[in-house]
Protein backbone atom coordinates (compact mmCIF):
# COMPACT_ATOMS: atom_id res chain seq x y z
CA UNK A 1 0.00 0.00 0.00
CA UNK A 2 2.83 2.46 0.50
CA UNK A 3 4.11 1.84 -2.85
CA UNK A 4 0.72 2.44 -4.00
CA UNK A 5 0.01 5.78 -2.43
CA UNK A 6 3.60 7.08 -2.48
CA UNK A 7 4.16 6.84 -6.33
CA UNK A 8 0.69 5.24 -7.04
CA UNK A 9 2.70 1.79 -8.17
CA UNK A 10 0.11 -1.14 -8.51
CA UNK A 11 1.98 -4.29 -7.85
CA UNK A 12 0.92 -8.02 -7.53
CA UNK A 13 3.96 -10.16 -5.95
CA UNK A 14 4.14 -13.42 -8.41
CA UNK A 15 6.92 -14.83 -7.01
CA UNK A 16 8.93 -15.03 -3.92
CA UNK A 17 12.13 -16.70 -3.38
CA UNK A 18 14.41 -16.68 -0.05
CA UNK A 19 17.46 -19.15 0.57
CA UNK A 20 20.81 -18.27 2.72
CA UNK A 21 24.26 -18.11 1.55
CA UNK A 22 25.78 -21.17 3.53
CA UNK A 23 25.28 -22.77 6.29
CA UNK A 24 26.41 -21.04 9.06
CA UNK A 25 23.89 -19.20 11.63
CA UNK A 26 25.61 -15.98 10.81
CA UNK A 27 24.98 -16.81 7.21
CA UNK A 28 23.31 -13.78 4.75
CA UNK A 29 20.63 -14.82 2.61
CA UNK A 30 19.08 -13.63 -0.80
CA UNK A 31 15.45 -13.23 -1.84
CA UNK A 32 14.08 -13.00 -5.19
CA UNK A 33 10.68 -11.66 -5.93
CA UNK A 34 9.07 -11.18 -9.12
CA UNK A 35 6.41 -8.11 -9.53
CA UNK A 36 3.97 -7.20 -12.12
CA UNK A 37 2.00 -4.19 -12.43
CA UNK A 38 -1.43 -3.15 -13.39
CA UNK A 39 -0.32 -3.48 -17.52
CA UNK A 40 1.25 -7.17 -16.84
CA UNK A 41 4.71 -5.58 -17.22
CA UNK A 42 6.82 -7.66 -15.00
CA UNK A 43 10.06 -6.52 -12.99
CA UNK A 44 12.41 -8.80 -10.98
CA UNK A 45 14.25 -7.53 -7.54
CA UNK A 46 17.08 -9.43 -6.01
CA UNK A 47 18.74 -8.89 -2.73
CA UNK A 48 21.08 -9.84 0.20
CA UNK A 49 21.37 -9.13 3.31
CA UNK A 50 22.02 -10.65 6.61
CA UNK A 51 18.35 -9.93 7.83
CA UNK A 52 15.34 -12.51 5.78
CA UNK A 53 12.78 -9.85 5.60
CA UNK A 54 15.48 -6.83 4.86
CA UNK A 55 16.54 -8.75 2.31
CA UNK A 56 13.02 -9.38 0.80
CA UNK A 57 11.62 -5.48 1.50
CA UNK A 58 14.87 -4.37 -0.50
CA UNK A 59 13.90 -6.91 -2.98
CA UNK A 60 10.80 -5.81 -3.59
CA UNK A 61 11.78 -2.07 -3.49
CA UNK A 62 14.34 -3.11 -6.31
CA UNK A 63 11.55 -4.34 -8.89
CA UNK A 64 9.45 -1.42 -7.92
CA UNK A 65 12.54 0.09 -8.80
CA UNK A 66 12.70 -0.91 -12.37
CA UNK A 67 9.34 0.21 -13.15
CA UNK A 68 9.33 3.77 -11.77
CA UNK A 69 12.57 3.98 -13.92
CA UNK A 70 10.74 3.02 -16.93
CA UNK A 71 7.65 5.23 -16.58
CA UNK A 72 10.40 7.92 -16.44
CA UNK A 73 12.37 7.11 -19.47
CA UNK A 74 9.00 6.77 -21.23
CA UNK A 75 7.72 10.43 -20.40
CA UNK A 76 11.24 12.21 -21.03
CA UNK A 77 10.60 10.20 -24.38
CA UNK A 78 7.15 12.07 -25.11
CA UNK A 79 7.22 15.48 -26.91
CA UNK A 80 5.62 18.46 -25.17
CA UNK A 81 2.28 19.01 -25.82
CA UNK A 82 2.66 22.25 -27.56
CA UNK A 83 5.37 21.11 -29.10
CA UNK A 84 3.00 18.32 -31.16
CA UNK A 85 0.67 21.49 -31.89
CA UNK A 86 2.83 23.26 -34.33
Known amino acids: NALRSAFDLHLTIEDYHEHT ?8 S ?4 SCVDARGAR ?5 IDNDTARAALQALLSAAGQFL ?3 NS ?3 RRPADD ?3 H
Open 74 to 76: QSE
Open 21 to 28: LGRRSDSR
Open 43 to 47: AWGVS
Open 69 to 71: QAE
Open 83 to 85: ETS
Open 30 to 33: VAYI
